[in-house]
Each structure stands twice: as C-alpha cells, then as structure tokens.
C-alpha cells in the first residue's frame, strides 16, 4: 500500500516522523530546541535510529519482524512515489526537503533542456525534473542509490529514454567532462558532507573539495547556463556561501537561503541550503 509522509515534531536532536501507519525516531542534530509535543514521542513508535559509531547505527523496532513493511514505498505530496529504504547511516531513501524547491527550478531552468544531477542518491531533487520532460544525466558513486533511482522512476512510469545513469565518482564524472569539452544549460548538486567514490582513493570531504566541485561545474555551464547546489553541513550558512560565490563568481547572479520542513507541530526545520548560481 502507498503511505504517505509527514514530520511530526523535532527537538532535543531528534526528529519524529510519520510514514503511513508507522511513526520512528530518528537523529536530528540541528533540532537544538525541546518538542513542543513531547507527549507524542511516546505513544505507539514503531522505530528508532540509535547511532552506535559517529556515521552508523542501528534501527530498534518495537514491531514483530513479520510486521516490518517490505517493498515500502510512500506518496509526495505532488503524487510521485518513493521507494523508502531505511539504512544503517539513518537515512530512509528520501529527502523531503528537495521536494519544497524543485519545483522553483524547474521553473527556472530552460524548459526540458538537458540536466547533469551530481549525487543523485535516490532522486528526491531528479525524479519530478524527468517527470516534467528534461533529460537528466543522474551521477551517483553508489550501485544503492542507482537501483533505486531507477525503481522510483519505475514507479512513477517514467521512460529512461534521453536519460543517462552514471554510476561514478561525481567529481571524477566532473573532471573528465571538463576535459571533453562538454556543456550543460543545468548543473544540479547535492553535495554530501562525506562521500565514497567508486575507487579507493576517491573521497569527498565538504570543507575540504566544496569550493573545487563548485568551480568546475561552472566551468560545465553553457553561457547562461544555471548552477543549483544543496549541502547539509553546518559549517557553511547563507552568509558564508553568498560570500563565497560573490568571489568565486563575480560576473553571474548568487541567491542563497535556507531550506526548511514545516513539521506538523508548526516548527520550521532547517533542512540544508539552496545556492543558485545564474
């Protein structure tokens, strides 16, 4: 059965989410404030992710394993369906806070003009972009993350034809178009705070390669190309990242602000940063 998704409540570093019938816990560390509804945290939570290292952990199910929903899939609210898949990172396949912008830049971006989506994961900020007519060219360094791109494509009836799955490195992917002289009217990245490639010595640390990815995908742009990146880290906010365009692109347009989740308590989560780059 299709279940649709909702965020409850956050506070005291956790967040409390409603996925169809099931409501889990899960780590929220920008969630500093109390609930503001702690009384909903204890009734009926069917799920917890409890970290064990600084990146894993594990889930606590307080239902009977026969009960734990397989093939699990969830509606947004603009009617596309999402596989959810709860891993030992925490995460569970979907990124709500894409859903609230992507609409903006579909707008924004040439109609159906062609798209290179970086760290595509499992297409939360791509699959409504396909709906809508563009050709995306989806980058993910995980085997994971493109079988489930493709499953939410599939469930949502979309055609593969005129798009391109690359399943490499991002930034690898980055260079090597660089060198071919390719050009795109659209660059989408989501970039991790850490991130595997699909070498051993490939590795993407935010602080460290953020300003590297963020240049040479200009470099990918045609002319009056647009540039759209998201992060999750903390060590950049709007003031920093409108500065460091200001400098890394004095001679196009920088907008960036914060992305928030409205919980269903009425707070505001703060979920990332959106840069446009035009």
């Known amino acids: 059965m299709i279940q649709t998704y909702q965020l409850l409540d956050c506070g005291d570093k956790q967040k409390l ?3 169809g019938q099931y409501k889990i816990i899960r780590p929220c560390p920008q969630a500093l404030w109390p609930k503001l509804n ?3 945290w204890t009734k009926k939570i069917d799920a917890e992710f409890v970290r064990t290292t600084e990146e894993k952990g594990t889930w606590d199910w307080n239902i009977p394993a026969e009960r734990i929903p397989e093939n699990w899939k969830v509606k947004s609210p603009n ?42 994961y499992f297409g939360s900020n791509a699959v409504r972009l396909v709906e809508k ?17 493709v499953a939410n494509l599939e469930n949502n009836k979309l055609d593969r034809n005129g798009q391109r799955l690359i399943k490499e490195d991002a930034y690898t992917f980055v260079q090597r178009e660089i060198r071919r002289g390719a050009k795109y009217p659209a660059v989408m ?5 850490y991130g595997k490639g699909t070498k051993k010595n490939e590795m993407f640390k935010i602080e460290d390669d953020l300003i590297d990815l963020m240049v040479d995908c200009e470099k990918l742009l045609t002319e009056d190309g647009k540039f759209v990146l998201t992060l999750h880290s903390p060590r950049f906010t709007p003031a920093i990242l409108e500065i460091l365009c200001g400098q890394l692109f004095p001679h196009r347009t920088t907008t960036c602000r914060e992305i928030f989740i409205e919980a269903a308590s ?6 990332g940063f959106l840069v446009k780059i035009y």
């Open 17 to 19: 989410e409603q996925i």
């Open 266 to 271: 009425g707070i505001k989560l703060p979920s």
């Open 133 to 149: 007519g563009f050709s995306l060219t989806a980058v993910d360094s995980s085997k994971l993350a493109m079988t489930n791109y």
């Open 38 to 40: 702690p009384e909903n």
């Open 79 to 120: 009617g596309l369906i999402w596989n959810i898949e709860p891993n030992d990172f925490g995460n569970i396949g979907i990124f709500a806070e894409h859903w609230g912008y992507v609409e903006e830049i579909s707008e924004e971006f040439a109609p159906k003009c062609s798209v290179l989506n970086l760290f595509t």
């Open 189 to 193: 990245a989501d970039a991790p705070s």
